[in-house]
């Protein structure tokens, strides 16, 4: 078959509904942007466990301690189910990790924002999970088989994050006047990152849409970023506190909720690198993996030490 | 066919957009560790299924590694480990001539068989 064939014979498959899987044919470019989308998606969750670790030993309670190491615990599986799913498309894990930590490889640019107080640990699992709970339901009928899969995985285990956070700034919201306060503020902080994890408007793009068409997003960011929007301003008012944008309002002729122009020039900057954490994250990143390199080798060592003294028995 | 994809979404920006390094010559010679694929029994009774897969030195750790990976809410009783390399699998390329003898068998279904209503118990 002719490569025009096989493209043809591909898209018939996408577009009746039948998964790619990865030993099947399928166009450079569509391998190319799955394995980079997952990459990133894997990497996002990886370092996100980095803004909430740094509350774990600070956590309020045992309860809410036992809760956050099971969220950063999670995301760690969540980060081994993705690189699982790059790795049927021919790269390995080692070649992704080396891309994340020498800066090359991107993640999701909210988790280079700080997590100042406790009330971001709420803030984060309302509304960046929450963000990103959209764009993985959507995800769960991406067109490549080994994604779908983890996706799916992954949103049976996201929703207790969400639900924490919400939870965890409703007790705040009922405290003391300091304890709202900081309830507030975490929210003013998270609110516009949280719209930029959808990324640029969707009339930024003046190519046809490749992704949709073959699936492997079904959603633009304008329509999930609306989504996200027109249900957190339900959510914010059961916690009695706003969200920081004036501009916010329910539009009746397009039945959703108008809301303010992004800051598009923060958005970029912190994408190259320039936002307050992106340094930070690498450099615990690359820390951490150095400084495992002893136990990788070891664990090898003995594996290889282990199959040798089975090999001498057995002779 | 050259496609260029310029839109990008959350977990999904261009790497000329991104400002980074590119530079990956920081490359260790360091091994990797095998891969190997897992299967789960959910529960008593039930066979084990795919699950997925994950990377450890040895099948202890990969039988270790897969309980904190895949069960953490108590989804299954039972894990098996095998090395990926140990699997052989079918060619999808020939999937129509590999499934197609079994196609035209009709009559290995039970509803290929026309009899009389009043007949019970069948």
């Known amino acids: 078959m002719s490569v025009i064939d096989l493209e043809k014979a591909f898209q018939d498959k996408i577009d009746k509904e039948i998964k790619i899987e990865p030993k099947d044919w399928m166009p450079e470019a569509y391998r190319k942007t799955n394995l980079r989308q997952i990459s990133q998606h894997a990497h996002s969750e990886i370092v996100g466990m980095l803004p909430e670790g740094n509350w774990i030993s600070r956590a309020p309670s045992l309860k809410r301690k036992a809760i956050l190491i099971a969220k950063v615990q999670d995301e760690a599986g969540h980060g081994l189910y993705l690189y699982s799913a790059a790795e049927t498309l021919g790269t390995s894990r080692d ?221 | 066919m050259h496609i260029q994809i310029k839109k990008f979404y959350y977990g999904d920006i261009p790497e000329e957009n991104t400002g980074g390094s590119g530079n990956t010559e920081k490359h260790t010679n360091e091994l990797s560790w095998p891969l190997w694929e897992v299967f789960i029994r959910s529960k008593q009774g039930l066979d084990h299924k795919h699950a997925g897969s994950l990377r450890a030195a040895d099948a202890e750790m990969a039988v270790e590694n897969a309980r904190d990976v895949y069960t953490r809410r108590q989804e299954g009783v039972s894990i098996w480990v095998v090395e990926s390399k140990h699997v052989h699998a079918s060619n999808p390329d020939d999937a129509e001539m590999f499934y197609e003898p079994a196609s035209d068998k009709i009559y290995r279904h039970p509803t290929f068989y026309d009899l009389p209503d009043e007949l019970k118990h069948m």
């Open chain 1, 95 to 315: 070649q992704m990790v080396e891309d994340l930590n020498s800066g090359k490889a991107k993640y999701s640019s909210i988790f280079n924002y700080p997590t100042l107080t406790w009330a971001d640990m709420g803030a984060v699992g309302w509304l960046v999970d929450g963000a990103a709970i959209l764009n993985q339901v959507m995800l769960c009928r991406t067109s490549y088989g080994p994604y779908a899969r983890a996706m799916v995985r992954i949103c049976k285990e996201e929703s207790f994050h969400q639900r924490q956070g919400f939870e965890s700034l409703l007790v705040l919201s009922k405290g003391s006047q300091a304890q709202r306060d900081m309830c507030q503020d975490a929210i003013n902080r998270w609110w516009w990152p949280s719209l930029m994890m959808f990324g640029p408007k969707d009339s930024e793009s003046t190519n046809s849409d490749q992704s949709i068409k073959w699936k492997i997003k079904r959603k633009t960011n304008d329509e999930l970023r609306q989504q996200f929007v027109d249900m957190i301003v339900e959510q914010v008012k059961l916690l009695g506190m706003t969200l920081p944008d004036p501009n916010l309002k329910w539009n009746e002729a397009r039945k959703h909720y108008d809301f303010g122009e992004i800051n598009w020039e923060e958005f970029w900057n912190v994408v190259k690198g320039n936002g307050p954490c992106n340094k930070q994250r690498l450099a615990a990143r690359n820390k951490a993996h150095d400084e495992g390199a002893w136990v990788r080798a070891a664990a090898l060592a003995y594996a290889e030490k282990r199959k040798n003294r089975l090999k001498t028995k057995a002779a």
